[in-house]
């Protein structure tokens, strides 16, 4: 495959990829089939960050970074909600960003098969709390007038749920991703 297929087949793969983005958030918001966090209902999970570990995974950081990007100004587009949608955006380019240090870091070290997938999830998993732990001390109270202490006490449970929220994105990424490898070697 010559520079220019290349170059083509990351451009439509990214631009496919950045717009299941956008299916996949409209159809979970007006089907109501968003499932709220018991323990926080105001978070909720979604699929939108599978596409994005994809993207990631199939064309690497430009792309994932791209589809990120795509993905918050989706959320503003449908609910012109600047906040929302940008920490959407956040949450997913930190999780990809830990996910390709993680990657980075599992080669270096020669780590093979389930144990560098395992690194490299809990790099993405650890960015992702990190920084969204960070923007939400400074959103919380800021922007939505949540008191401070109320605001500490509930991080553990959005802790938990970009947890699981995390866990999903990159699991269903990577089992997605694999099974494209096996039909499509190319």
Request: without cysteine; hydrophobic residues 50%.
């Given at each position: 495959?010559?520079?220019?297929?290349?170059?083509?087949?990351?451009?439509?793969?990214?631009?496919?990829?950045?717009?299941?983005?956008?299916?996949?958030?409209?159809?979970?918001?007006?089907?109501?089939?968003?499932?709220?966090?018991?323990?926080?209902?105001?978070?909720?999970?979604?699929?939108?960050?599978?596409?994005?570990?994809?993207?990631?995974?199939?064309?690497?950081?430009?792309?994932?970074?791209?589809?990120?990007?795509?993905?918050?100004?989706?959320?503003?587009?449908?609910?012109?909600?600047?906040?929302?949608?940008?920490?959407?955006?956040?949450a997913e380019l930190s999780t990809v960003l830990g996910l390709w240090i993680g990657e980075k870091i599992v080669q270096k070290i020669n780590v093979e098969g389930s144990g560098g997938l395992v690194v490299?999830?809990?790099?993405?998993?650890?960015?992702?709390?990190?920084?969204?732990?960070?923007?939400?001390?400074?959103?919380?109270?800021?922007?939505?007038?949540?008191?401070?202490?109320?605001?500490?006490?509930?991080?553990?449970?959005?802790?938990?749920?970009?947890?699981?929220?995390?866990?999903?994105?990159?699991?269903?990424?990577?089992?997605?991703?694999?099974?494209?490898?096996?039909?499509?070697?190319?």
């Amino acid at each position: 495959m010559s520079s220019k297929q290349g170059k083509t087949t990351q451009l439509t793969g990214t631009a496919i990829l950045a717009a299941l983005v956008i299916v996949f958030d409209y159809t979970l918001k007006y089907s109501g089939l968003k499932i709220p966090f018991p323990w926080y209902p105001n978070l909720k999970f979604d699929f939108t960050g599978i596409p994005i570990i994809l993207s990631l995974l199939m064309y690497g950081l430009p792309s994932a970074l791209s589809t990120s990007l795509i993905a918050g100004l989706g959320i503003f587009a449908r609910s012109g909600n600047l906040i929302s949608a940008s920490m959407k955006s956040v949450a997913e380019l930190s999780t990809v960003l830990g996910l390709w240090i993680g990657e980075k870091i599992v080669q270096k070290i020669n780590v093979e098969g389930s144990g560098g997938l395992v690194v490299s999830t809990l790099i993405a998993l650890v960015a992702r709390i990190v920084v969204m732990t960070g923007v939400n001390i400074v959103v919380l109270p800021n922007v939505y007038g949540v008191p401070v202490n109320v605001t500490y006490s509930l991080l553990p449970l959005i802790a938990a749920f970009n947890t699981v929220q995390g866990l999903l994105s990159v699991g269903f990424g990577y089992f997605l991703h694999d099974a494209v490898k096996k039909r499509l070697p190319n």
